[in-house]
């Protein structure tokens, strides 16, 4: 069974630049969540997708925005990118969404972003 | 909204030592709380959760525990080993919340030979 699968991996931007990222969740998982990952800050929630739609918003600004598609798949996008948005995206999928209970996330490997 | 609190930051223990990974949060409708253990440069991965009703769980060498009334709950790693070195994150999720989790900023654990 293939796991979450995050492109692309490394990738470098400058600043005012914008940026979409993917993610393939695990095969049946309906559930995408996406996290931001910096030295010192821990894993920051995103936001979370389940059924096309936006289930969960974290404290970001509106620079960030995702979606999700019909299987399951879902993109990220940073428009108008800061030094500060330098960061590891992680990707996480779940057969459930988040509010029916115990939300047992299986990462992927993660979208390096460095912005110049 | 939900906050989680880790602690110690850094911590560096002998091999065969034991190793304790404190964390509190503060809604108190939380009922999931899961430890995630991420290697350098690898994806974090579950080890080990609780939930609200229990009080403590065991796997191995690894356990939680949970104190509901004082909303704090524990890692311990018995017979740590260089293979345990990693950094450590706990969570937490509260349905008031949407259920989504919110994690600790990490403990980064060094097992030393």
């Known amino acids: 069974k293939a796991g979450v699968t995050q492109t692309p991996r490394y990738l470098i931007k400058t600043r005012g630049q914008q940026v979409t990222l993917s993610c393939s969740p695990i095969?049946?998982?309906?559930?995408v969540s996406w996290y931001q990952q910096t030295p010192g800050q821990g894993l920051q929630f995103l936001f979370e997708y389940f059924s096309e739609t936006q289930r969960n918003k974290g404290n970001f600004p509106g620079r960030f925005s995702g979606r999700q598609f019909s299987n399951s798949r879902s993109e990220m996008n940073v428009s108008t990118l800061e030094l500060g948005d330098s960061a590891l995206y992680l990707c996480?999928?779940?057969?459930?969404?988040?509010?029916?209970?115990?939300?047992?996330?299986?990462f992927g490997a993660g979208s390096r972003l460095t912005v110049l | 909204g939900e906050n989680v609190e880790q602690h110690p930051s850094t911590l560096s223990v002998q091999e065969g030592d034991s190793a304790v990974i404190k964390c509190t949060y503060s809604?108190?409708?939380?009922?999931?709380f899961p430890w995630y253990k991420q290697e350098l440069g690898k994806r974090p991965q579950l080890i080990i959760d609780i939930r609200s009703n229990v009080g403590e769980k065991k796997d191995q060498r690894i356990a939680v525990t949970l104190n509901k009334t004082a909303k704090h709950f524990s890692l311990h790693i018995t017979e740590t080993q260089p293979e345990d070195s990693a950094v450590y994150f706990c969570?937490?999720?509260?349905?008031?919340?949407?259920?989504?989790?919110?994690f600790g900023q990490g403990t980064e654990l060094s097992v030393k030979p």
């Open positions: 095969s049946g998982h309906r559930s």
């Open positions: 996480a999928s779940s057969p459930r969404e988040s509010g029916s209970g115990a939300n047992v996330l299986t």
């Open positions: 969570a937490a999720s509260s349905r008031n919340q949407g259920g989504k989790l919110i």
């Open positions: 809604d108190s409708a939380s009922n999931y």
